[in-house]
């Protein structure tokens, strides 16, 4: 029975590691969760659940929890909140294995403690490796333990890397669906709305990734994740548009074979594999093979999609630059999600912020936290002199 701690239970990939979760019993235990202000799904979660500890990002709905969990007779579940709850639950003596899944920055200190509390962490949350990828696969290595990933690329990547050794890899190709502005004239751009952007074509997923496919900021953040967790120079890192989005990712040898690994767009699959890595158990998530007509795939267009560029650009220098390639686009997103920027905007707000960044190299959480709080005050005021600057009339209403 493996032992389980889900650090975002509330969101999309919290949910569908349940759900994973749910239909294997025989094999996983949840034994604690951590959720941001969803009091009514973490209720639902620790009602269904039962898990020794379950976490609030803020102390009144951790409160409100408390009171609706006694309510109900179901006092033994303790009820934490905060940045140091969220580490509660990640280090939490009873869980072997940790899927990270908060979003953002914010997810950050609870999985390098998951990590440094010699727990498997099967990571999702991308940002934390963007911020400070280099400080948790070093203490991955000390402890000895896998950091196995659930990014679905990634994923793809680490079951294709099973195919060979890595010192017989020539490149990785990551795949991209290009997301919904794939085919819109660069042109429009400004005028696109926060409908239009959430509106990805192949994945269901939280809204921060949605908007980060819309800009391909979310294959840059997953070229330094690449980088970060196979221990590859960003040059070896090939993006790949396939609107399909069937070939999840692959992986190309020194003697010109190359590994694919494609299967249904179901999160479910490489939460699986992570949970019961490096066994493979039987699952109903079946691909119609036989159905395949197409498989497409093109370069992508930097000039339309900057912030694939920054990314590039941003892993190279180093340091303090990735952070706040992360810092700045978690507000730039955020601003866009409000409606108060556009959605062209959002990669200028994110270059400025890096380039007012340095490079020297980051030698703890702590320095990465500065570094991430200088460069979000320096991107919100970014985002506050365009509103200044121009009363523009709100490009959609607020979602
Ligand atoms: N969704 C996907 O298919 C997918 C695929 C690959 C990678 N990822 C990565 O996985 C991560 C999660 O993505 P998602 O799509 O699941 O996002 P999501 O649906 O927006 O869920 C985010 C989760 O983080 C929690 N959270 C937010 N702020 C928090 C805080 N301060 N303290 C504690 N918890 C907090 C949210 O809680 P509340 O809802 O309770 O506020 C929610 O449980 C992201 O890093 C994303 O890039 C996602």
Excluded at 9 to 15: C, E, K, L, V
Excluded at 276 to 297: G, K
Aim: proline share 5%.
């Amino acid at each position: 029975m493996k032992r389980i701690a889900i650090l975002g239970s509330t969101g999309s990939i919290g949910r569908s590691t349940l759900s994973v979760a749910e239909s294997y019993p025989e094999r996983f235990r949840i034994v604690a969760l951590a959720a941001g202000g969803n009091l009514e799904a973490a209720f639902e979660q620790a009602r269904r659940w039962r898990p020794r500890v379950i976490s609030m990002a803020a102390e009144p709905d951790a409160d409100g929890l408390r009171a609706r969990l006694r309510q109900a007779g179901l006092s033994e579940v303790e009820v934490v909140y905060g940045a140091a709850g969220t580490v509660k639950v990640a280090t939490h003596s009873e869980a072997d294995f940790v899927v990270s899944a908060i979003v953002g920055v914010a997810g950050l200190e609870a999985t390098y403690e998951a990590v440094k509390a010699g727990k498997t962490v099967g990571v999702a949350n991308k940002e934390c490796l963007v911020a400070a990828g280099e400080l948790i696969t070093a203490e991955a290595r000390k402890q000895g333990k896998p950091l196995l990933p659930i990014d679905s690329e990634h994923n793809a990547v680490h079951q294709c890397l099973r195919g060979g050794r890595m010192a017989e890899v020539e490149r990785i190709w990551l795949t991209a669906s290009g997301g919904p502005f794939l085919n819109t004239p660069r042109s429009e751009f400004s005028s696109i709305t926060v409908e239009q952007a959430l509106n990805h074509p192949t994945w269901k997923m939280g809204k921060r990734i949605t908007i980060d496919s819309a800009t391909l900021m979310n294959k840059g953040f997953e070229v330094i994740e690449a980088c970060r967790l196979f221990h590859m120079p960003p040059a070896k890192i090939e993006v790949l548009v396939h609107p399909q989005s069937t070939i999840h990712s692959m992986v190309e040898f020194v003697d010109g074979s190359i590994l694919a690994q494609f299967s249904v767009t179901d999160m479910r699959l490489p939460i699986l594999y992570a949970l019961t890595y490096p066994e493979r158990i039987q699952s109903d998530m079946r691909f119609p093979v036989s159905n395949l007509r197409h498989l497409d795939f093109s370069p992508p267009d930097v000039n339309k999609f900057p912030c694939l560029r920054l990314a590039y650009e941003a892993v190279e220098a180093g340091g303090a630059k990735t952070v706040a390639l992360n810092a700045a686009d978690e507000v730039a997103v955020a601003a866009f999600l409000a409606g108060s920027i556009g959605f062209d905007q959002i990669p200028r707000i994110i270059e400025e912020a890096v380039s007012a960044s340095n490079s020297g190299k980051l030698e703890s959480i702590g320095k990465v936290l500065e570094a991430d709080a200088e460069a979000r005050r320096y991107a919100q005021e970014l985002v506050l002199g365009i509103n200044k600057k121009i009363a523009r009339p709100r490009a959609t209403s607020v979602v």
